[in-house]
């Protein structure tokens, strides 16, 4: 046999790679028909791993994009998927990778990924970037990481990912899987997410990259008060005028409160 028609039975997880894979096929099928591909969509797998997930997906959808990064998965993973009417595999790091080259105008991608739990919050912050390309995401991940995405204010869970998640998508938590249901066995229980862009955004920042430094600054040192993690973006006096408490925690002011803050500031006035 050839490298790529050899049985994957024995491709070991790396820890380097984050690789947890997906075997328990209860719960393929409960992922597969949670994201309920069209025939005509255009979907885009984030690490298909050993195909567990694809498999289901191709026999579904005609359009069908994979990133893999390991490459000793990629030769298994064209033979297997050669027969699909169109298939196409991108070795390389889904974290440097521009997803707007598989859009079409009036098409907007369908992302799905097992994420690995060491590169999820980045990866996340990176599609969120092209959230305007996308119909939604699916994702396996780490449940503590959902929660935060999925958190309210006050709880401990919310800080810069759920502002961030929830300013540009509807989070939906769809149901927990336990370790078992991989090999290896992660130490951590997971889940599934649904996050679904929104076409227009129900608060509407003036500046989303303000918004993104607000946000970032507002939760470097959670301990701090609002108004002590400001000081590095504005003058005292100038804190002091903003219409919410800047006397609580950051995780205290709700998604709605740190778009009315950026959009007072004036890029100007930053110091």
């Not at 929660?147 to 401990?156: D, S, T, V, Y």
Request: include cysteine.
């Amino acid at each position: 046999m050839s490298k790529a028609q050899t049985p994957l039975g024995g491709h070991r997880a790396r820890k380097r790679f984050g690789q947890n894979f997906l075997v328990d096929q209860n719960i393929v099928q409960r992922i597969v028909d949670a994201i309920h591909p069209g025939e005509n969509d255009r979907i885009v797998e984030i690490g298909p791993g050993k195909g567990a997930i694809t498999g289901l997906l191709a026999e579904r959808c005609n359009h069908l994009r994979v990133i893999e990064l390991d490459r000793d998965l990629v030769p298994w993973l064209r033979v297997r998927f050669e027969k699909h009417p169109d298939f196409e595999l991108f070795q390389t790091d889904a974290l440097r990778f521009d997803f707007s080259q598989l859009t079409s105008p009036g098409q907007p991608l369908r992302i799905v990924g097992n994420l690995p739990y060491n590169i999820s919050t980045p990866l996340i912050f990176h599609l969120l970037s092209f959230a305007g390309q996308v119909h939604d995401m699916h994702f396996m991940l780490q449940k503590e990481v959902v929660k935060r995405m999925a958190a309210a204010p006050g709880e401990k869970a919310f800080g810069r990912l759920t502002v961030m998640v929830q300013y540009y998508c509807q989070v939906d938590w769809l149901f927990e899987v336990p370790p078992g249901a991989f090999d290896p066995a992660p130490k951590v229980d997971s889940a599934i997410v649904r996050l679904r862009p929104y076409t227009t955004p129900p608060l509407e920042a003036r500046d989303p990259k303000l918004l993104a430094r607000l946000v970032n600054v507002a939760f470097q040192q959670r301990r701090k008060t609002l108004r002590n993690a400001l000081k590095q973006l504005l003058p005292t006096e100038r804190i002091d005028t903003l219409p919410v408490d800047t006397g609580v925690r950051p995780e205290n002011l709700s998604v709605a409160d740190y778009v009315t803050i950026s959009n007072l500031i004036d890029p100007e006035e930053l110091l």
